[in-house]
């Protein structure tokens, strides 16, 4: 299978804290993506970065890429209650029969106020 | 404005009784996803279109289908629902596979089988 792993599975923080997320893939990519998801909710698109990048900001979101590792990380500086859902990366691949978006196992991330 | 519309947002089925999802995007985007998605899990790829190129996962089950009548509406058809296909179902669209291709989902569409 396709699918990444990230770590941890669950993530536990009090309010202000950082909060860092690790994926790791198998296959090259074109792109990888980080996506949030609250309860039962759909998942909504944060950030983008290229293969051909390593590192990228958007807000209190920092993401890097390490393609020699087929890894990626995702840090929410300065977290908040409302921080508080599922976080997914999603690789899109390079080749032919790998060129569609595969999500990552996922991390839980609960942030206590 | 929603982009991506997924109906119905909730949908109850019978054991074994076909049912069928909709989505529908206003992007004119070529490429259109349909995932799976149990409780606590990650969204699991069922499907993806490239304009009218099917794409089936290779786990796919048979029991699993789906159509593209054109480029706005995609429909995934559960032809006998069992109780583990109790999920949440998500559609996504992306103009291409390229680089700078990011996906834009629907709200997703909750499958109970009683």
């Known amino acids: 299978s396709q699918q990444g792993e990230e770590d941890p599975q669950a993530l536990s923080i009090q309010e202000g804290e950082n909060a860092t997320m690790n994926c790791s893939y198998k296959?090259?990519?074109?792109?990888l993506q980080w996506y949030r998801q609250n309860s039962g909710r759909g998942l909504v698109h944060l950030i983008l970065?290229?293969?051909?990048?390593r590192e990228k900001h958007s807000g209190r979101l920092r993401v890097t890429l390490d393609t020699s590792k087929k890894s990626s990380s995702l840090l929410i500086t300065a977290s908040r209650a409302a921080d508080t859902a599922s976080y997914f990366c999603?690789?899109?691949?390079?080749?032919?029969?790998?060129?569609?978006?595969?999500f990552g196992t996922g991390t839980r991330l609960q942030v206590f106020p | 404005d929603a982009m991506v519309i997924q109906n119905p947002r909730y949908q109850v089925t019978q054991f074994g009784k076909p049912v069928t999802l909709s989505c529908s995007q206003t992007?004119?985007?070529?490429?259109m996803y349909w995932y799976q998605q149990k409780s606590s899990q990650a969204p699991k790829l069922l499907f993806h279109?490239?304009?009218?190129?099917?794409?089936n996962e290779a786990d796919t089950p048979d029991n699993f289908q789906s159509r593209r009548p054109n480029t706005s509406f995609c429909f995934l058809d559960i032809r006998s629902p069992g109780l583990g296909d109790a999920a949440m179902y998500l559609c996504?669209?992306?103009?291409?596979?390229?680089?700078?291709?990011?996906?834009?989902f629907g709200q997703g569409t909750r499958l109970t089988v009683v």
């Open positions: 996504a669209t992306s103009r291409e596979t390229g680089e700078n291709t990011e996906a834009f």
């Open positions: 296959t090259s990519i074109n792109n």
């Open positions: 970065i290229r293969s051909n990048e």
């Open positions: 999603a690789t899109l691949g390079l080749s032919y029969n790998t060129d569609k978006l595969i």
């Open positions: 992007l004119n985007h070529n490429v």
């Open positions: 279109y490239y304009d009218k190129d099917f794409n």
